[in-house]
């Protein structure tokens, strides 16, 4: 059974504000290639969300391409996943989420 992926604001505005980068910064084509990375972390989280943990609470997932970390919590009976934080790994690392 697949995992429903609930995906927060302050993660959605990380991903506006990384696609909005990449355009202003590269090009449209950089922002779709990291829409695709973006994308496949997306379906990795529903098929098998058991990554390693960043703390207590938090896991994460590392994009492929992107110099970016998905942070997210796992409720097993449920079968969801909070994607919490959509992370540029270069930024820095206080703002990390945790508990």
């Avoid at 990449?22 to 779709?32: E, N, Q, R």
């Avoid at 972390?41 to 390693?52: R, V």
């Amino acid at each position: 059974m697949s995992y429903k992926i609930i995906v927060s604001p302050i993660a959605s505005k990380n991903i506006t504000d990384a696609v909005e980068y990449y355009i202003y910064k590269a090009s449209k084509k950089v922002a779709l290639d990291f829409l695709k990375d973006y994308k496949k972390t997306y379906k990795s989280l529903e098929i098998n969300p058991f990554y390693q943990f960043h703390d207590s609470n938090y896991r994460f997932l590392p994009f492929k391409k992107f110099p970016y970390i998905a942070f997210f919590i796992v409720d097993e009976p449920s079968k969801t996943v909070f994607l919490n934080a959509v992370f540029h790994t270069s930024l820095n690392p206080e703002k990390i989420p945790s508990k």
